[in-house]
T-cell receptor
Framework: SAVISQKPSRDICQRGTSLTIQCQVDSQVTMMFWYRQQPGQSLTLIATANQGSEATYESGFVIDKFPISRPNLTFSTLTVSNMSPEDSSIYLC?????????????FGQGTRLTVV | KQEVTQIPAALSVPEGENLVLNCSFTDSAIYNLQWFRQDPGKGLTSLLLIQSSQREQTSGRLNASLDKSSGRSTLYIAASQPGDSATYLCAVTQGGKLIFGQGTELSVKP
């Protein structure tokens, strides 16, 4: 298994401001993933963060709104920029261990963001 | 495009009952299927992982089955307890990505 420490666990922010969420992993991983979970919804993948290269964003998500850093193999940050109430969600980081059929996903504790 | 559906969306049972949660997916070309538990406002805890070549996995009171050809998985919880109350999510791994169902919100009443 893997241990992922994510912080902050929750925050209430003013619209127009930005929040940076951090994830620290207890082992080196090539790829980390960032998800958004809007109220009452399931998880949607925002982007894949690769160490040493630009993050790969899913359709509907852009780097200007959700810049991601991946300075080393154990750490990543997601920034939610110029926030609006529609950004109120739970944000989760994730990693996958193993290869092929043996891959298993693990998640951080989540960041519950409320934008007022 | 892969779609994952979970039925029911919500379930309330008295303590001690055995129960089954259902997950279906439209494309059988998956690497594996994973069941997660999510407490309100929190992250996801991995419960069981079933590789595409496997039929079932067990952990304590939990048993998950996979029928890849029919695109179905079930999570069986035996002798449910109030502490089992949470949202249960299934996700399939395909193309290196996880695709999630909407979840089943379980409430176990004392």
């Amino acid at each position: 298994s893997a241990v992922i420490s994510q912080k902050p666990s929750r925050d209430i922010c003013q619209r127009g401001t930005s929040l940076t969420i951090q994830c620290q992993v207890d082992s080196q991983v090539t790829m980390m993933f960032w998800y958004r979970q809007q109220p009452g919804q399931s998880l949607t993948l925002i982007a894949t963060a690769n160490q040493g290269s630009e993050a790969t964003y899913e359709s509907g998500f852009v780097i200007d709104k959700f810049p991601i850093s991946r300075p080393n193999l154990t750490f990543s940050t997601l920034t939610v920029s110029n926030m609006s109430p529609e950004d109120s969600s739970i944000y989760l980081c994730s990693l996958v261990t193993g290869l092929g059929m043996n891959t298993e996903a693990f998640f951080g504790q989540g960041t519950r963001l409320t934008v007022v | 495009k892969q779609e994952v559906t979970q039925i029911p969306a919500a379930l309330s049972v008295p303590e001690g009952e055995n129960l089954v949660l259902n997950c279906s997916f439209t494309d059988s070309a998956i690497y594996n299927l994973q069941w997660f538990r999510q407490d309100p406002g929190k992250g996801l805890t991995s419960l069981l992982l079933i590789q595409s070549s496997q039929r079932e996995q067990t952990s304590g009171r939990l048993n998950a089955s996979l029928d890849k050809s029919s695109g179905r998985s079930t999570l069986y919880i035996a002798a449910s307890q109030p502490g089992d109350s949470a949202t249960y999510l299934c996700a399939v791994t395909q193309g290196g990505k996880l695709i999630f169902g909407q979840g089943t919100e379980l409430s176990v009443k004392p």
